[in-house]
C-alpha cells in the first residue's frame, strides 16, 4: 500500500539544537511538502519540492532548510531549534501536483525546551 | 488580503446534518479540496472540487461558487464518529499549481 512515512513521530530538541525530520513515502509521486500545523493556524507550508535534488520555499520557509536527495526522500532541517518551532510537522506527497489529493504522513511532535 | 477561511467549530446532533463553510481569496484557484483530521492524526483526503455546483458524495457533499469564493461541505446522517476537524484547501494556480492553501480548520462536535 502506497505511504508516506514520517520519522521520528515525536522528539523533543534543546534551544539552539539541530533537528532533521525525515519522510519517505512509496507513492512514486513527485511533489513533496513539509508543513507545520498550529492551533489556530491550520496547515501552513515551509517548503515543498516538485523533483529530486530541488526544493522551493512555501509560505513560512525562515528557520527551516529541506532537502530531496531523491524521489521517495525528503527531509526538513531546523539548524538552531527555536521555541516558536514547537508544533506538528506533516509531510505529505502528490501525484503531478494538479488535481490529485494530498497523501499526508502521520506526523512528527516537536517540542522544543 | 490572500486566505482560506473557516469557523473555528460547529456543533450538531446526531442523525442530522452538518454544514462546515468555507470562504477564501486567492490570486489564482485550481479548484478546492476538503480533509477530514481526526484528533491526532492526519488529514485524510474527502472531495476535490473545481466546477460550480454541488457535488452528492453521499454521506459527504461539496458545494462551489467560485464567484463568490464560497464552498461548504455537507455532512448527512451524523454519525458521532464523524466528530473530527474538517480542513478546506484551494490549490493555487500558476506556476506552483500543487501548492494547497489550507484553512485553520473547523471542528465538529456531535451530540447524541
Known amino acids: 500500500e502506497a505511504a508516506v512515512t514520517q520519522s521520528p513521530r515525536s522528539k523533543v530538541a534543546v534551544t539552539g539544537g539541530k533537528v532533521t525530520l525525515s519522510c519517505h513515502q512509496t507513492?512514486?509521486?513527485?511533489?513533496m511538502y513539509w508543513y507545520r500545523q498550529d492551533t489556530g493556524h491550520g496547515l501552513r507550508l515551509i517548503h515543498y519540492?516538485?523533483?529530486?535534488?530541488?526544493?522551493e520555499k512555501g509560505d513560512i520557509p525562515d528557520g527551516y532548510k529541506a532537502s530531496r536527495p531523491s524521489q521517495e526522500n525528503f527531509s526538513l532541517i531546523l539548524e538552531l531549534a527555536s521555541l516558536s518551532q514547537t508544533a506538528v510537522y506533516f509531510c505529505a506527497s502528490s501525484d503531478e501536483g494538479r488535481n490529485s489529493d494530498y497523501t499526508f504522513g502521520s506526523g512528527t511532535r516537536l517540542l522544543v525546551i | 488580503g490572500q486566505g482560506v477561511e473557516q469557523p473555528a467549530k460547529l456543533m450538531s446532533v446526531e442523525g442530522t446534518f452538518a454544514r462546515v463553510n468555507c470562504t477564501y481569496s486567492t490570486s489564482g484557484f485550481n479548484g478546492l479540496s476538503w480533509y477530514q483530521q481526526r484528533e491526532g492524526q492526519a488529514p485524510v483526503f474527502l472531495s476535490y472540487?473545481?466546477?460550480?455546483g454541488l457535488k452528492d458524495s453521499g454521506h459527504f457533499s461539496t458545494f462551489l461558487s467560485r464567484s463568490n469564493g464560497y464552498s461548504y461541505l455537507l455532512l448527512t446522517e451524523l454519525q458521532i464518529k464523524d466528530s473530527a476537524s474538517y480542513l478546506c484547501?484551494?490549490?493555487?494556480?500558476?506556476?506552483?499549481?500543487?501548492?494547497?492553501?489550507f484553512g485553520q480548520g473547523t471542528k465538529l462536535s456531535i451530540k447524541p
Open positions: 519540492s516538485y523533483v529530486a535534488d530541488s526544493t
Open positions: 472540487v473545481v466546477l460550480d
Open positions: 484547501a484551494v490549490r493555487d494556480q500558476g506556476y506552483n499549481q500543487g501548492k494547497l492553501i
Open positions: 507513492n512514486n509521486h513527485d511533489y
